[in-house]
């Protein structure tokens, strides 16, 4: 089945500096990809996704980038703020997914340095 | 935001107990998840249904069972607690009207087995 790694597990940057968080996924056939952020205490809350026959999305200081030949999708956060420190995570939709039930990365914290 | 509403926010019980974790939605999706979060691990699916006649084990469904009461409701019983299912535990919904959209999740029940 479908496999997604996400790193690196932590992130520190400084405030104003950019954000890369990288996963890779295992089931070429995968085609939408959900990015979540999870703030202390809350809910997983959708912020980007993309599908398979896109290569890029952006929404103001969030962009997302997919390599389908490598099989691999990042995050991209510019002028970091201290509110994007939260947890993230990626996800993928897998091969035998009308259902959208999906695999997801184990979670990247990032920490955004005043 | 009180769309996908799970009860309870917080529960200690003791091992060998059994706990049912409600959730509701007033969203009007058909498709209701599990998943429990576990630091380092991520989001891990545990059973997903499309409706009330539709049930479907995810990655690590021994020792849980579901019941969809309603389309609006999926519930979650530990049979028998044992600590290793101390994790926070999230309901979602998807919208299939959206194709490969993103989920709502709640926010959260917290289970401590001791």
Known sequence: GE???????????????????????????????PWYKQELGKRPQLIIDIRSNVGEKKDQRIAVTLNKTAKHFSLHITETQPEDSAVYFCAANPRDSGTYKYIFGTGTRLKVLA | ?????????????KTGKRIMLECSQTKGHDRMYWYRQDPGLGLRLIYYSF??????????SDGYSVSRQAQAKFSLSLESAIPNQTALYFCATSDPTQGAGGYTFGSGTRLTVV
């Open chain 2, 51 to 60: 409706d009330v006649k539709d049930i479907n084990k995810g990655e690590i």
């Open chain 2, 1 to 13: 935001d009180a769309d996908v509403t799970q009860t309870p926010r917080n529960r200690i019980t």
């Open chain 1, 3 to 33: 496999n997604v790694e996400q790193h690196p597990s932590t992130l520190s940057v400084q405030e104003g500096d950019s954000a890369v968080i990288k996963c890779t996924y295992s089931d070429s056939a995968s085609n939408y990809f």
